[in-house]
């Protein structure tokens, strides 16, 4: 809803209308139940480009109507794309923490978490020292025959003598942080610093983010989970999600590299093993399928003009979007780096409590966006006159 409010009062301010288009993957009532039936990336802009028709017709808009598409995270991906692919549509794009450049093993992100704690922190060496320490016991304890200890400890539903539920139970844990880190103040739980603090004092760390009773680390539970395709399954969302990554971007976010603050646990074989589980995708095929993916869109200098980039240094998907100005010939990438904010921060509504860096970067997107209506605008009273 903060983000629908943001876009909302820059609409109003600028005297436009506003058009929100939900990924219809993602959307209960169009769950597609067969991977043959799956969304192919192409498809899903042509699907904007129908819904670009659509809402042209349904209000008797025209060529007169000018259109700048917004999207923050994989829908900024989508916006940059949108753009990229049909020009003659929309005439600029807003893409915030938009990963545009797939990416297999995405081990950059877990060690861009080092470099984003040691940002908001003056005590980052204590606490990630802490983070490694606290991962590293529980592996101890894992490996050593504890498990039963470890259930307790963290509140498990199952005891995790498996290795895959023991892979779940990392997983479940490294997500806190992974989630603090990419959202910081924006977050629903609690910044970096108040996730330190925790960290540093030695307080309990695990704290369940739903009401059930307790956490379930049952690899077998969530594979079933993940293979249910009926409409009314919880994890459909997840499926298509996993689908995605298996198609076309990878971003398994492994920690195999010896910088990275959590378990060794979480490997690509280990993220990748559900491809060919789920949807008999080889592991094999996927270094090809994200190579195709990028010369399809161009990874990090995707082939997009008149589309504005916006990052936070505070963000491990900066890693995979694009944070430097770029002209060459006829394309065009410009760019904002909000330096202190996370991931989608620029999204958000506004509050009192905003960096400075922040609103100056929302003022940015703004002008940004008004010099693109007013060119817009010249351009037809020029076409007009001849």
Same mark, same amino acid.
């Given at each position: 809803?903060?983000?629908?409010?943001?876009?909302?009062?820059?609409?109003?301010?600028?005297?436009?209308?506003?058009?929100?288009?939900?990924?219809?993957?993602?959307?209960?009532?169009?769950?597609?139940? #067969?991977?043959?039936?799956?969304?192919?990336?192409?498809?899903?802009?042509?699907?904007?480009?129908?819904?670009?028709?659509?809402?042209?017709?349904?209000?008797?808009?025209?060529h007169r109507n000018t259109w700048i598409s917004?999207?923050?995270?994989?829908?900024?991906?989508?916006?940059?794309?949108?753009?990229?692919?049909?020009?003659?549509?929309?005439?600029?794009?807003?893409?915030?923490?938009?990963?545009?450049?797939?990416?297999?093993?995405?081990?950059?992100?877990?060690?861009?978490?080092?470099?984003?704690?040691?940002?908001?922190?003056?005590?980052?060496?204590?606490?990630?020292?802490?983070?490694? &320490?606290?991962?590293?016991?529980?592996?101890?304890?894992?490996?050593?025959?504890?498990?039963?200890?470890?259930?307790?400890?963290?509140?498990?539903?199952?005891?995790?003598?498996?290795?895959?539920?023991?892979?779940?139970?990392?997983?479940?844990?490294?997500?806190?942080?992974?989630?603090?880190?990419?959202?910081?103040?924006?977050?629903?739980?609690?910044?970096?610093?108040?996730?330190?603090?925790?960290?540093?004092?030695?307080?309990?760390?695990?704290?369940?983010?739903?009401?059930?009773?307790?956490?379930?680390?049952?690899?077998?539970?969530?594979?079933?989970?993940?293979?249910?395709?009926?409409?009314?399954?919880?994890?459909?969302a997840a499926r298509q999600w996993t689908y995605?990554?298996?198609?076309?971007?990878?971003?398994?976010?492994?920690?195999?590299?010896?910088?990275?603050?959590?378990?060794?646990?979480?490997?690509?074989?280990?993220?990748?093993?559900?491809?060919p589980l789920l949807f008999g995708i080889s592991?094999?095929?996927?270094?090809?399928?994200?190579?195709?993916?990028?010369?399809?869109?161009?990874?990090?200098?995707?082939?997009?003009?008149?589309?504005?980039?916006?990052?936070?240094?505070?963000?491990?998907?900066?890693?995979? #979007?694009?944070?430097?100005?770029?002209?060459?010939?006829? &394309? &065009?990438?410009?760019?904002?780096?909000?330096?202190?904010?996370?991931?989608?921060?620029?999204?958000?509504?506004?509050?009192?409590?905003?960096?400075?860096?922040?609103?100056?970067?929302?003022?940015?997107?703004?002008?940004?966006?008004?010099?693109?209506?007013?060119?817009?605008?010249? &351009?037809?009273?020029?076409?007009?006159?001849?």
């Open positions: 809803m903060r983000f629908f409010l943001k876009f909302l009062c820059l609409n109003v301010l600028l005297r436009c209308s506003l058009m929100e288009w939900e990924h219809n993957i993602f959307v209960r009532r169009f769950f597609c139940p #067969s991977p043959k039936n799956q969304t192919h990336k192409a498809m899903r802009l042509a699907d904007l480009a129908v819904f670009h028709q659509y809402i042209s017709q349904s209000f008797n808009l025209s917004f999207g923050g995270s994989y829908s900024g991906a989508l916006s940059a794309w949108f753009r990229g692919k049909f020009p003659h549509l929309v005439y600029g794009a807003v893409a915030s923490s938009a990963p545009v450049k797939a990416k297999l093993d995405f081990s950059a992100y877990n060690n861009a978490l080092n470099s984003c704690v040691k940002f908001t922190l003056i005590f980052f060496l204590q606490c990630l020292a802490v983070v490694q &320490e606290a991962f590293a016991a529980v592996e101890v304890a894992l490996m050593g025959g504890n498990v039963s200890q470890v259930a307790v400890d963290f509140g498990c539903c199952q005891i995790p003598k498996d290795p895959d539920d023991q892979i779940e139970l990392m997983q479940n844990l490294a997500d806190i942080f992974m989630g603090t880190v990419q959202y910081n103040e924006e977050g629903v739980l609690m910044s970096i610093n108040e996730l330190c603090g925790l960290m540093t004092n030695k307080s309990e760390i695990y704290r369940s983010t739903s009401e059930e009773p307790c956490l379930d680390i049952s690899h077998e539970k969530a594979v079933k989970d993940l293979m249910d395709t009926s409409l009314h399954s919880s994890r459909r995605q990554t298996c198609t076309e971007f990878g971003f398994y976010q492994t920690c195999e590299d010896a910088t990275c603050p959590f378990s060794g646990m979480l490997t690509l074989q280990v993220d990748t093993q559900l491809c592991q094999h095929s996927l270094p090809a399928r994200i190579t195709f993916t990028n010369t399809y869109y161009g990874g990090d200098k995707p082939h997009t003009y008149r589309v504005l980039y916006v990052n936070g240094g505070i963000d491990p998907w900066q890693e995979l #979007s694009v944070v430097q100005d770029r002209t060459e010939e006829e &394309e &065009e990438a410009q760019t904002i780096f909000i330096e202190d904010t996370a991931h989608c921060a620029d999204m958000t509504s506004r509050r009192v409590t905003d960096r400075r860096s922040l609103k100056k970067a929302r003022k940015e997107i703004e002008n940004h966006v008004a010099r693109w209506l007013k060119t817009a605008a010249q &351009e037809k009273m020029e076409k007009r006159g001849v």
